[in-house]
């Protein structure tokens, strides 16, 4: 599948869209220093303006009256989206990754409703901004310098506080009960930017029954609830067999989190003997549509409530895109 159309005009004006993903993202402090900043200037205009006698009203004075009136709407706008509607509201996101494909491209942006979660808490189905957990880290890189994951991830809840949650070779299991999932799809990457894939195209039928399917399950294993990802083959390995014949990153049945993988096989057989463990209370199962693209809940495990940021409501750029989000 070629790079949709959809994408180009953003592919093309990415200082734009890096533009608003900065603003959207600027720290508090910045902005607070930047009311400073304005109102400073607006204070050393002002008395000029109030003593110019209305006869004398002309020149330079209109230029001042208009900077005067700029400055004031700045501050307003600054104090009003960035300490009352971000913060309470509403976030506007840059999606990185095609973790959520097709439902999210790489580089749409959504706006995020983070006022909802502050009355209700993630119904499974909804489409989560939230902070990942340190093992969502895959390299030193991808921290910053608090020890925290330096990107927000975007998830659909799989699964909420007291569900049994199970991949059974592929089929999602919600308490025993099998789950129809209309929105996952298995993918592979058709075109790439370095490192970072940007568009994908469905796996064919052959390309399905050639890929050996997953299972998952969380497990309580030493006093530990882990999540814990199997085949035929392994459990938990950093090197997981598969049976295709198409030997790609994204034909593996798995990946895992560094810190959960298992380098005895007698673990692994072990773990994968004990029953599914209930999600405990103030926790959350992410996972991507793009069901084999995806790092997510079923690598790095659960993402408690404090880390939920809000759930996305609609994308607003590129406006080709524009829809709401479900």
């Known amino acids: 599948m070629p790079l949709n159309s959809a994408l180009l005009p953003l592919a093309q004006a990415g200082g734009t869209r890096q533009l608003v993903d900065t ?95 502050r009355y209700s808490n993630p119904k499974a189905g909804d489409i989560v901004v939230f902070r990942p957990p340190k093992a969502a880290a895959q390299s030193p890189s991808d921290l910053d310098n608090e020890g925290e994951v330096a990107v927000d991830f975007i998830k659909r809840c799989i699964g909420t506080p007291g569900d049994v949650i199970e991949l059974r070779k592929g089929v999602l299991y919600r308490n025993g009960v099998k789950t129809d999932e209309p929105y996952t799809h298995l993918s592979r990457c058709t075109r790439k ?4 894939c940007l568009d994908f195209r469905d796996y064919t039928d052959a390309e399905k029954a050639d890929r050996l399917p997953q299972s998952f399950k969380f497990v309580k294993y030493k006093g530990e609830l882990i999540p814990l990802d199997y085949t035929d083959h392994d459990a938990n390995s950093i090197s997981p067999r ?5 030997v790609e990153n994204d034909q593996m049945p ?29 926790y959350y199962l992410m996972m991507g549509d793009n069901r084999n693209n995806s790092f997510d809940g079923r690598a790095w495990g659960l993402v408690s409530r404090d880390r939920i940021i809000g759930r996305s409501e609609f994308i607003w750029m590129p406006f080709s895109r524009w829809r709401v989000t479900r």
């Open 193 to 196: 930017e370095g490192s970072d």
């Open 23 to 117: 603003l959207a993202r600027t720290p508090l402090s910045q902005i607070v220093i930047l009311v400073v900043v304005l109102t400073g200037l607006r204070l050393a205009i002002y008395p000029t303006i109030k003593k110019t006698p209305p006869h004398m009203r002309h020149g330079a004075y209109p230029l001042y009256r208009y900077a005067n009136e700029f400055l004031d709407a700045l501050v307003y706008a600054a104090v009003f989206v960035f300490m009352v509607i971000r913060p309470f509201a509403i976030q506007a996101f840059l999606i990185p990754s095609g973790s959520m494909w097709p439902t999210l491209y790489v580089s749409d942006f959504i706006v995020a409703n983070k006022a909802v979660y």
């Open 254 to 282: 798995y990946n895992i989190a560094s810190q959960y993988a298992f380098s005895d096989p007698d673990d692994a057989q072990k773990a994968e003997a004990l029953p599914a463990q209930p999600i405990p209370p103030g």
């Open 242 to 246: 598969t049976d295709s014949i198409l």
